[in-house]
């Protein structure tokens, strides 16, 4: 049975995005960090489906930008979203590891796409200190 592009491997994708996005080196970080406005106005206009969900408190923020023009009000919701992205993946993780053994196409995908943000998070990590520890 195949399940190509199913809701949970939908999910996953726009996790591993929104971790990207939100991380201090992410596109969001260059954006509030260099006063983008025009940029951040495609970021929200852009921003659709689950990665809404993830990081629900950009949109509130960006209204409030609007109206006052203050960054930290987008970088607070950026830490906001990487922190609830970070917290979804761990326990996607743990889950992952618990579940039994099922076999097939579909389990191998989403089971890659966890392992991915996984392992994506941990390059984010590993640079953050980096970029720490050069300060």
Same mark, same amino acid.
């Given at each position: 049975?195949?399940?190509?592009?199913?809701?949970?491997?939908?999910?996953?994708?726009?996790?591993?995005?929104?971790?990207?996005? @939100?991380?201090?080196?992410?596109?969001?970080?260059?954006?509030?960090?260099?006063?983008?406005?025009?940029?951040?106005?495609?970021?929200?206009?852009?921003?659709?489906?689950?990665?809404?969900?993830?990081?629900?408190?950009?949109?509130?923020?960006?209204?409030?930008?609007?109206?006052?023009?203050?960054?930290?009000?987008?970088?607070?919701?950026?830490?906001?979203?990487?922190?609830?992205?970070?917290?979804?993946?761990?326990?996607?993780?743990?889950?992952?590891?618990?579940?039994?053994?099922?076999?097939?196409?579909?389990?191998?995908?989403?089971?890659?796409?966890?392992?991915? @943000?996984?392992?994506?998070?941990?390059?984010?990590?590993?640079?953050?200190?980096?970029?720490?520890?050069?300060?």
């Amino acid at each position: 049975m195949d399940f190509p592009y199913s809701r949970a491997e939908l999910f996953l994708r726009n996790l591993k995005d929104t971790l990207a996005d @939100t991380c201090n080196s992410g596109m969001l970080s260059h954006i509030i960090e260099n006063r983008k406005t025009g940029s951040l106005h495609f970021y929200i206009a852009l921003l659709k489906g689950f990665r809404k969900d993830i990081m629900p408190d950009i949109v509130p923020a960006y209204n409030e930008f609007i109206s006052t023009n203050n960054w930290d009000t987008i970088e607070q919701a950026r830490k906001s979203g990487y922190k609830k992205a970070k917290q979804i993946a761990c326990k996607l993780k743990t889950m992952n590891s618990s579940w039994p053994s099922y076999s097939g196409e579909y389990r191998e995908r989403i089971n890659g796409v966890i392992c991915r @943000t996984s392992n994506y998070e941990l390059r984010i990590t590993n640079y953050e200190r980096r970029m720490t520890n050069d300060e």
